[in-house]
């Protein structure tokens, strides 16, 4: 079993930085691909960023392209989420998910575990 926990979210103003950290345990994290994903009330999840089992290769959704730097530390068995020029729009629960597979996807159906989320709030 696989046991993912996020930290990091919080209350930040428009312009502002976040870093979102999530530690897996319970499998070989270094086998396996990662992303991140959010959902803000009302709206459904969204893909936000995924990194390879090695690091090699990012993804990530047009919204936050040039302000998020996805990146892991397999030593550590984590993956951060670096947010910076936040925006209200930013605001959501942001999750941790894994895929068990080395290549990383946008599809949030190819993920086989998932953290319970960490809260952002972008204040304008």
């Known amino acids: 079993q696989v046991q993912l926990v996020e930290s990091g979210g919080g209350l930040v103003q428009a312009g502002g930085s976040l870093r979102l950290s999530c530690a897996a345990s319970?499998?070989?994290?270094?086998?396996?691909?990662m992303g991140w994903f959010r959902q803000a009330p009302g709206k459904e999840r969204e893909f936000v960023a995924a990194?390879?089992?090695?690091?090699?290769?990012?993804y990530y959704a047009d919204s936050v392209k040039g302000r998020f730097t996805i990146s892991r530390d397999n030593a550590q068995n984590t993956v951060n989420l670096q947010m910076n020029s936040l925006k209200p729009e930013d605001t959501a629960v942001y999750y941790c998910?894994?895929?068990?597979?080395?290549?990383?996807?946008?599809?949030?159906?190819?993920?086989?575990?998932w953290g319970q989320g960490t809260q952002v709030t972008v204040s304008s």
């Open positions: 998910a894994l895929r068990t597979a080395i290549w990383a996807t946008a599809l949030e159906a190819n993920y086989d575990y």
């Open positions: 319970g499998r070989t994290f270094s086998n396996y691909a």
């Open positions: 990194i390879s089992w090695r690091g090699g290769t990012t």
